[in-house]
């Protein structure tokens, strides 16, 4: 064999060899004394003095692999060890002093405890840009491994989980309009997105998507646009500048009466005098119908106004 032909064996023996040390370097050492792996066995010795745990957690997600064959098999590898840390001292002195409680933590400390497994980006990018870190809510504030009463191991539903903290909102439910949030008809994530910057109070793209994901028909695009209506303008302003979401005590979502709205940008003084001022006291919706975008007119008339006096005669063109 010369020497070419030495130096492709030597290489080819590293490439199969190499592969397989990884293999058996990543696998349990397995007790001599027990059969099981080391992190089975430790959740095994947990469930002996906590009684009952095992039932506990048998239907979520957190189910505890008691047998060495199920985590073969590649079952959920979730253990007590991987949420409950520094157990050497507990396993010397059981306590409840002595080994660490991830709901007793930290909020960066238990975000850390909890993005080890979960790399959803819900979960990874809470610490970062997530306002609820900020003010010390994390994962344990909404859900729980032991006692979940919803799914998704929430302590509570949705919607009174986000009002146990955002009780000012409570009572704009309760208001002549609004959504229907204390009926669970729908949920506050809906809108708000949970993961987004923190300068923005639903989705990260912008504010009208999220409306118009059940508002569609007021989506567009119009030849004729009302600003007012755009949130992609330097104003930022879109639906939420004339409607607030969670209730009102004017109808559709008003925050405030029809008239005094539009007077915040529009004022006409033509409307107050023309024709003896009849008009004045008008609701501007009557004539400016299309009032979210129009595809036939520049001052957002009804087609049915084009049919009275005001054209008929000649004073006004469209």
């Known amino acids: 064999m010369n020497r070419e032909h030495k130096q492709v064996f030597r290489i080819l023996r590293l490439a199969v060899i190499f592969p397989l040390l990884l293999f058996f370097a990543s696998k349990p050492i397995w007790s001599e004394k027990t059969g099981l792996s080391p992190d089975v066995e ?16 048998a239907k979520t997600p957190h189910r505890l692999i008691l047998s060495s064959d199920e985590r073969r098999m590649g079952n959920s590898p979730a253990g007590c060890t991987d949420c409950h840390l520094n157990t050497e001292k507990h396993l010397e002195e059981p306590g409840i002093g002595n080994i660490t409680n991830p709901s007793k933590v930290t909020s960066l400390e238990n975000y850390e405890i909890c993005t080890s497994c979960h790399s959803d980006p819900h979960s990874q990018d809470n610490p970062v840009s997530d306002v609820h870190s900020r003010n010390n809510v994390d994962c344990s504030t909404c859900h ?10 929430l302590l509570s539903s949705p919607n009174d989980l986000c009002l146990s903290c955002h009780q000012e909102l409570s009572g704009k439910f309760f208001l002549v309009s609004h959504h229907p949030v204390t009926q669970k008809t729908i949920l506050c994530i809906d809108c708000h997105k949970l993961s987004e910057p923190l300068e923005e109070p639903l989705s990260s793209s912008n504010i009208n998507s999220e409306c118009f ?3 569609a028909e ?3 695009p119009f030849p004729y646009e009302h600003g007012a209506v755009n949130d992609y303008t330097v104003e930022k302003e879109g639906c939420i500048y004339c409607h607030d979401p969670h209730g009102s005590p004017n109808p559709r979502l ?5 008239g005094a709205l539009c007077l915040n940008c529009h004022f006409v003084p033509k409307h107050q005098t023309a024709h ?8 501007c919706l009557e ?12 001052n957002l008339f009804g087609e049915d106004l084009f049919g009275g006096s005001c054209f008929v005669y000649g004073c006004h063109v469209r």
């Open 42 to 57: 430790l959740t095994s010795t947990c469930v002996g003095c906590h009684e009952g745990v095992d039932t506990l957690l």
């Open 254 to 258: 008003l925050k405030q009466p029809v």
């Open 276 to 283: 003896g001022g009849i008009w004045a006291k008008k609701d």
């Open 287 to 298: 004539c400016h119908v299309d009032i979210h975008g129009s595809y036939t007119d520049k």
């Open 213 to 215: 994901s059940c508002h």
């Open 144 to 153: 729980s491994v032991h006692h979940p009463k919803e799914k998704c191991l």
């Open 218 to 220: 007021y989506q567009g």
